[in-house]
């Protein structure tokens, strides 16, 4: 953070007291509940069912990239495998993962907001404003990529701005070593690196100072990317296909960047939303404004203070970031959330140290009115997440919702396995069935988005890479016998513009159960 009257240049200016600690420990036990809340009764996102399935995969002793299409980078899958190991692959149990390090990520910026600012109704506050987040408690606690990637790059943060100088080397190392971790992670967070050299650059440090940290951050950031060395290394084509070459000829027609009306129509909706443009997304629009409004305060007086480190400025890198990706879409700016509530944090700490000691009790209350306001505002989008009956964000588009709770994927998992045991083969789309479920999943369908990038391809590739198109799928289904296909919520939608219900039908396909929603057919004989 900048060099402002809000620091404290010594711990032993004002160490915490049993009060201090109480009231930050009741804090996080709150946050904790509530995110563990969530993540029990938020309805799963279709994206969460090749991760948690690769992960199991890669518990069997499967390989990402060369054994099944995995088109992220390497390190998730075997985070949840690692976890799976010790608790169970489950739905449930993926999800409690990230409810994991969603908080800890809320613990740290609690320590960030206290090692800077060494009050308390600040650290709190920090906390409060992530946590109340809407983009934060419907997303992160998702089993996707939000969850690890914050919380490593916010322990880079944390730890490239601390205090050690004893241990300076050591502190620098592990945040490039986290860095490093992230972008293991998400690749996609990659040029944030440079507000981390900006900000070493141009510190305060003499040249031989800014090399040394430099070097073992560098040092650091080098370990951390050893996941993708090692795939680079295995196989690398089959590495750069999932990771690069998908992303640009399947993820749109338009190209990795590109579509540029739709990156309109998401800015519009982040920032006009409140006002009716996009009326399912208020809160998240009001809540981002209310963070991103200080927080370019905050940062143009510190620029003008000439006190601004790159740092400050790294929730631009972000937003930036999240426009990018074709499409791009209203949750991936809340990557920033953080760091927005890091800068709101600092923003009101220097209005108290610069207002009249007369005023100063004012600004804490003031504080703590508006985290508990803007929580409160947070809290109205809790349905958004947890109701079959609303506008589910990420599955807007999918009329039957009722099939995206744990309890429905279960038991069509249950059923799969039934059918499996009987002789038939059967063919689902969707992967969650198959996290808990004992059958495996029908060849090249482990991935519900390969069938994008599969057009592209010939036969020799597409059976390489592991993808599938849905015209092959449907010719083999309706010139075998002994199968059965689920037809779920995901596919009735997705798979639309290809026909695939009336081709499933011409072929004498009809429904033998539905359950919530989710529909198994078979041939009739």
């Known amino acids: 953070m900048p060099d402002l009257d809000i620091t404290l240049k010594s711990s032993g200016d004002q160490t915490a007291t049993l009060r201090d600690v109480l009231i930050l420990a009741g804090v996080f036990v709150a946050t904790c509940i509530f995110f563990t809340a969530m993540g029990f009764y938020r309805l799963l996102d279709g994206d969460e069912a090749f991760f948690l399935l690769a992960a199991k995969f890669v518990l069997q002793g499967k390989t990402p990239y060369v054994d099944f299409f995995f088109m992220h ?50 650290a709190a506050g920090a906390m409060l404003l ?54 293991s992670t998400r690749v996609m967070f990659l040029p944030l690196i440079a507000f981390f050299v900006l900000d070493a650059v141009f510190s305060r440090q003499s040249a031989k100072e800014k090399t040394r940290i430099l070097l073992y951050a560098l040092l650091g950031f080098i370990v951390g990317l050893a996941p993708v060395f090692y795939f680079l290394c295995y196989a690398p084509d089959f590495f750069y296909f999932n990771t690069v070459t998908y992303h640009v000829i399947g993820r749109s027609n338009h190209g990795f960047i590109g579509d540029f009306q739709q990156k309109a129509q998401t800015l519009t909706t982040l920032t006009l939303g409140m006002f009716g443009a996009a009326r399912e997304e208020s809160v998240n629009s009001l809540q981002f404004m209310l963070l991103f409004v200080p ?7 510190c620029f003008l203070r000439k006190s601004l480190r790159a740092l400050d400025a790294m929730f631009l890198g972000f937003f930036g970031l999240s426009i990018l990706p074709t499409p791009a879409f209203v949750q991936y700016f809340y990557t920033a959330a953080p760091f927005l509530a890091l800068n709101v944090v600092f923003w009101f700490a220097d209005l108290n140290a610069r207002v009249r000691q007369q005023t100063q009790q004012r600004i804490p209350l003031l504080f703590i009115s508006f985290s508990l306001l803007y929580a ?49 083969r059967v063919v689902t789309w969707w992967p969650a069935y198959y996290v808990e479920a004992s059958s495996t999943p029908f060849p090249r369908l482990e991935n519900h988005f390969g069938h994008q990038a599969a057009s592209h391809l010939d036969e020799r590739d597409q059976e390489r890479f592991k993808v599938v198109t849905v015209n092959e799928i449907g010719r083999f289904i309706c010139h075998n016998d002994m199968i059965v296909v689920v037809l779920d919520p995901w596919s009735l939608t997705a798979l639309k513009q290809y026909k695939y219900s009336e081709q499933l039908a011409s072929c004498g396909y009809s429904p033998v159960e539905n359950i919530n929603g989710t529909l198994i057919l078979s041939r009739q004989r």
């Open 73 to 122: 980078m390497p390190l998730l899958p075997y985070l949840y495998a690692a976890w799976f190991k010790v608790f169970g692959t489950t739905l449930l149990s993926g999800r409690l993962l990230s409810v994991f390090l969603c908080s800890l990520t809320c613990a740290t910026l609690g320590f960030v907001a206290w090692n800077a600012t060494r009050k308390t109704w600040l």
């Open 130 to 183: 992530f946590a109340g987040t809407s983009g934060v408690f419907g997303w992160f606690i998702l089993a996707k990529t939000y969850a690890p990637s914050m919380l490593l790059i916010v322990v880079a943060y944390a730890l490239w701005i601390g205090e050690r100088p004893r241990r300076e080397g050591v502190r620098y190392g592990l945040a490039g070593l986290c860095l490093g971790l992230t972008v």
């Open 295 to 301: 927080s370019v305060f905050f940062v143009v007086r």
């Open 376 to 424: 409160a505002i947070g809290a109205a989008d809790i349905a958004r997440y947890t109701s079959v009956d609303q506008a589910v964000p990420g599955m807007e588009w999918i009329g039957e919702k009722r099939g995206w709770s744990m309890e429905t994927v279960r038991d069509v998992g249950r059923a799969i396995d039934r059918y499996e045991q009987a002789g038939y």
